[in-house]
Structure formats: C-alpha cells, structure tokens
C-alpha cells in the first residue's frame, strides 16, 4: 500500500464546495485526513478512469495457472501417478504454510486462538483423503470424473470434485477456464481476471496527508507550480532515511537545520545506498553494500518549488515521472541518480508547459491517492 498526492487541474467554473473537514483538534487531528477538503462532481469525474476497483474501466485478462494446466494435462492423458504426486505435494504446501502462520501467531502472541489454523489442518486431512478416492475413480471410467469432449471450456463434472479442485488452487469456479487441445493432448486451465491497464488509486480523499498544501488542498493559481528551487540532494531521501545520520533520534532529527544537517552529512559512511538481499550482521540486520558519498548527498538539485507526485489534466489525462508500488517505493527509486536527473528536468519543462497553458482558466486540488 501507498499515499501518494495527485493534483487534479479542473476548470474555474466548475463548482467546488469546501467542506466542514478540520472538526478534529490535538491529538485527534490525524482523523482530519480521511475527510475531504473539498467536493467536486469533476473530481470524481476526472479520477473515475483510473479507478482500480470501478467494473466499468476494466477488461477481460486471462492468466495460465500452471500447476492446475499440469494437474490436469497430466490426469487426462494418462499420467496419473505424477497428477497424484502434484496434488498431494500441493496439499503439503497448504498445510505448511498453515502451520507457519500458526507459528507466527503463536510467537508474536502466545494467547492468540490458535484453534482455527488447527481445524484446517485437520480439514486438508480428510479432504485429502476424499481427493484421492475421486482420483482414483477416473482409473474406471474417465467420464465419471471428466467431461472433456463437448467444448473447449468444459469442467469436471462432479460437483464435490469441483469445489475441492478449486479450494485446493486457492481458485473460484467462476474464475476458471478450460482449453483442451487433443491434437498436442494439452490442457491449459486458465483464471479469468477483471482489471483496468489505467489503474492509478483504490480509493482517495480530497487534501487527505496533504490537506496543508495551499488552501486545504486548493491552488488557485497554478503558476507556483512553475517555480523551481535549488537544494542538496539528501532533502530528497525523505525523514526516516536521515535517521540513519549517526543513530539520530526522531525529535534530534526534527530540531536540526538544514546547515547542521550537511555539516554531519560530510562524514563518510552516513547513508546507506544500497542492502544485501542475504547477507545479514552480526545483529541480524541487513548487510550494507554501498553508502552514499558525501558530494553525492551534498550536490545541488533542482526541483519543483511546490509539486505533487502525479498530475491529472482535463486534455492530457494522467501524468507522473514514475508508476507507484508498494511502501511509498516508485520505480524512480531503482534508477541512477544521472537518470532520475534526466527524468525531473523532462518533467518539470513538461509541467511548467502545461500549467502556461492552464493557469488563467484552471485551479488546482490536491488528492490524496491509495493505491
């Protein structure tokens, strides 16, 4: 999961309410960002095609599930030791990684029930067992079991059989399609998925985190988006990067300037550039493999005086320098810092054309996306 601002360029005269959001004070201001700044049919609007729960912007995606094409291919066409043999090592898999999720409970909470974890594994048991009295039928008759000869699509026919195929493959019936090819004698099982290829959010909220940014989200003139600063490169690392500097604390941290910051910054070994994906400490942690040099976190940048991680614009639709992942973590992240360079100056000119073209009819309202 992510939070990640977009702003949303919508037109002057379109009605924008602000609303009664900020009725939360002290410690209770954090509830503040799950209502929205501002109400706008146009937002909604706007944002509806990059919706990825909305059926209305999706198409069909099929995705071959290989294990079940095997199980299948292998069962229908004569080798049913080795279907045997998959089914139970998949059904092993299941209950181990049952048994370590019951584990994992059971370490980080000794009092936590464990008792469903333990009626699943004892469901798979007997479950198992049924499976393989169905399988073995199909030594007498295959049709009792499979019905492949009508279609290309076509389904086990017992209905208890089903639903345990599909139990057992983490599957839904609905979601599952069959394509018999007798000529190669191959069966691929394929689950049908539902998706939108412009998917940006799962949900938002008008200002949200970022409700601070301009009027509670609003900025009617667009033209701050075109200003440009210069600073060092470590502002761009985010607060929980920085403190790695020498163990600092949250509140060291955040009493610090930027001056006293560089100043520590100039000693060798601060930042950590890149992780072992094995190695491990003595302690356990992960393995450092590079650190950032001083003149890399200390050499100048430009980037935008205000700015937000995507923009939406009436004409051009969606823009962003790099798709969001998981964590706050953007493809931008995994790039050199010469690319990541070349990709903000490309951005920021592409920007600064379209606010030109925008600012005298437009305002801007920043959302706050989850994807």
Known sequence: MSHFTVLCVVPKSVEIQKQDANIHEGDDDWQNAYNNQYESEELYKMLAPYSEVDEDYMEESLYEIHKLSE?????????GKKAMKLLKAEIDEVK?????????????????AKEPFATQLEDLEKKKTRWVELLAKRQETSDTVWNFKKTKQEMPVTQEFREMMYDYFWSKEDNIRFENDYKNQKITVWEVGRYNPQAKWDWWVVGGRWRNMGDNGLFEDLSVFQETVTKPYWTELGFFKLMEIENLTKDQLEEMDEYQISELLKKPKQLVKKYSLKAKTKNGDKRPLAYFT????????????????????????????????????SEMDTYSFEEQE??????????????????????GIVVDCHI
């Open 342 to 363: 070349r990709i903000w100056a490309e951005s920021q000119k592409e920007i600064t054309d379209l606010m030109e073209k925008y600012k005298d009819t437009h305002v």
């Open 96 to 112: 181990r990684f049952i048994s370590e999720v019951d584990k994992a409970i059971e370490d980080f909470d000794e009092e936590k």
């Open 71 to 79: 199980f299948f291919t292998d069962f229908k066409y004569g080798n």
């Open 294 to 329: 001083p003149e890399e976190l200390l050499q100048k940048v430009t980037r935008p005086k205000v700015g937000t991680y995507a923009y939406l614009f009436p004409e051009e639709g969606w823009i962003e320098k790099s798709e969001m992942g998981w964590f706050g973590i």
